[in-house]
């Protein structure tokens, strides 16, 4: 075992799961472990089973932290605690399925709005556990506020699959684990980077706790095209903000054309915008480009991956991974606003470190508007999945975004201007109160 991984500390002492409590007001910190099940758990049958969890041995605070002194984790828990002093979050849980070692995650940042919400990623094994921790407690904390904004009765998470297993090697156990791991941890979720809609497809026998799936198990698809027709909602608003009308002839440059990047774009050639766009995954991007160009019958212009974020332009949309804009990118922009999609564009661990960034952003004379104000209509056509199931429509999630978002951008692009704050303090300003409490 490593000394800096809670999943090798776990197995070492046959734990199933480890959960890590924090009171954010008092900063004091609870753990606590069990040992569930063994080797031979069949999560094939979860959902259907009723004698499943049949026996448990619990381990109280006193026994974990001794365990981890003992077994040289101490520096690695002391790094874990410290991030979720950092972000004020509530709760971390570790869940091992016992079998092949799937490493499940959740990542609570805050239920004072009610049962969390947020997505299901995957992070390959490759990555450190620190940097996957990090990830997926920063991206709790985002949805905190980006649940807040959506104006749905939810708090905050992430949940993550610290696995590199080839999708071939996903069977029923896998799928069935997972099922079990999100009823657990009482979110409801929907497939992040690292999940297709055909493992939402699948995780769906195990728990109706996953929504955007295929339509051909009567989910709602991905949830990406209403996260991409609020950010295009979102443009237009900041745009009318600086008295600017339409989109045409405003020059938008995209990073990531995925299931959030290409309805964008769109949404953007229909409204007469110029398209640039990348991908890390160019055959990918043909594939998705081709088809929305023929239909509308424009052009979007393609670069390299990495010239992306320093393309001349007057909207830069990151649509892909986090972390984009940070101390070595900062001076290479070349836009006059970011609008995009992505979770956490700023690199940053804590609030502190994102206002510091939108700072050094804003001192370059570049607007940027909050990712978790612009990028929720995703979780808006989530929460209307979840409630409505089969009564769900498209259309009713694209109008609820359109109800939404514009009315918060104006709002914070507002308030920033007439307090002199950047737009993230003025959406911290508003925010804050509701997801703290
Ligand atoms: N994963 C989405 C996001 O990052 C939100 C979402 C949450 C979607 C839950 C579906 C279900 O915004």
């Given at each position: 075992m490593t000394a800096d991984s809670l999943f090798d500390f776990m197995r070492s002492q046959r734990y199933t799961s480890l959960r890590i409590d924090h009171d954010r007001n008092e900063g004091t910190f609870r753990w606590s472990a069990a040992r569930?099940?063994?080797?031979?758990?069949?999560?094939?049958t979860y959902g259907q089973?009723?004698?499943?969890?049949?026996s448990g041995e619990w381990f109280d605070d006193e026994r974990v932290l001794e365990a981890i002194a003992s077994s040289g984790t101490k520096p690695h828990a002391s790094a874990v605690m410290d991030l979720m002093t950092q972000g004020r979050h509530e709760r971390l849980e570790l869940v091992l399925?016992?079998?092949?070692?799937i490493r499940f995650l959740a990542g609570i940042h805050s239920t004072v709005q009610g049962p969390p919400a947020g997505g299901i990623r995957r992070h390959p094994r490759t990555q450190a556990e620190i940097a996957v921790i990090a990830d997926i407690l920063n991206l709790g904390r985002g949805m905190s506020f980006k649940d807040a904004a959506a104006m749905i009765p939810n708090g905050g998470c992430k949940l993550g699959v610290h696995s590199s297993?080839?999708?071939?090697?996903?069977?029923e156990r896998f799928y069935g684990f997972l099922g079990y791991c999100i009823d657990r941890s009482d979110a409801f979720t929907g497939p992040d980077m690292g999940f297709s809609l055909q493992d939402a497809d699948r995780i769906r026998q195990y728990t109706h706790?996953?929504?955007?799936?295929?339509?051909?198990?009567?989910s709602g698809g991905a949830t990406g095209v209403t996260a991409g027709w609020g950010v295009f909602l979102g443009m237009e608003e900041t745009l009318k903000v600086q008295g600017k009308e339409g989109m045409k002839g405003i020059r938008v440059a995209i990073q990531g054309v995925g299931e959030l990047g290409a309805p964008l774009v769109e949404h953007l050639l229909e409204a007469g915008a110029q398209v640039v766009a990348a991908d890390i995954a160019p055959e990918a991007m043909e594939a998705r480009l081709l088809p929305i160009e023929r239909r509308i019958g424009r052009k979007v212009t393609r670069v390299h991956a990495d010239q992306i974020l320093g393309i001349d332009c007057d909207i830069l949309a990151p649509?892909?991974?986090?972390?984009?804009?940070g101390a070595d990118t900062v001076s290479t922009l070349c836009c006059s606003m970011i609008v995009g999609g992505?979770?956490?564009?700023?690199?940053?661990?804590s609030k502190q470190q994102e206002i510091a960034m939108a700072a050094a952003v804003a001192g370059r004379g570049i607007l940027f508007v909050p990712d978790f104000i612009v990028n929720a209509g995703g979780v808006i056509q989530g929460k209307m999945e979840h409630v409505r199931?089969?009564?769900?429509r498209l259309e009713d999630a694209r109008a609820e975004t359109g109800r939404i978002v514009p009315g918060n951008v104006r709002d914070i692009l507002v308030a920033a201007k007439n307090l002199g704050i950047t737009p993230l303090e003025a959406a911290y300003r508003k925010f804050e109160p509701i997801v703290y409490g």
């Open positions: 569930e099940w063994g080797e031979g758990m069949d999560w094939s089973s009723s004698d499943m969890m049949a399925d016992g079998g092949p070692d297993l080839p999708f071939e090697d996903r069977d706790n996953i929504v955007g799936g295929t339509s051909r198990t009567g649509c892909a991974i986090g972390g984009v804009i992505a979770n956490n564009q700023l690199d940053a661990r199931a089969e009564h769900f």
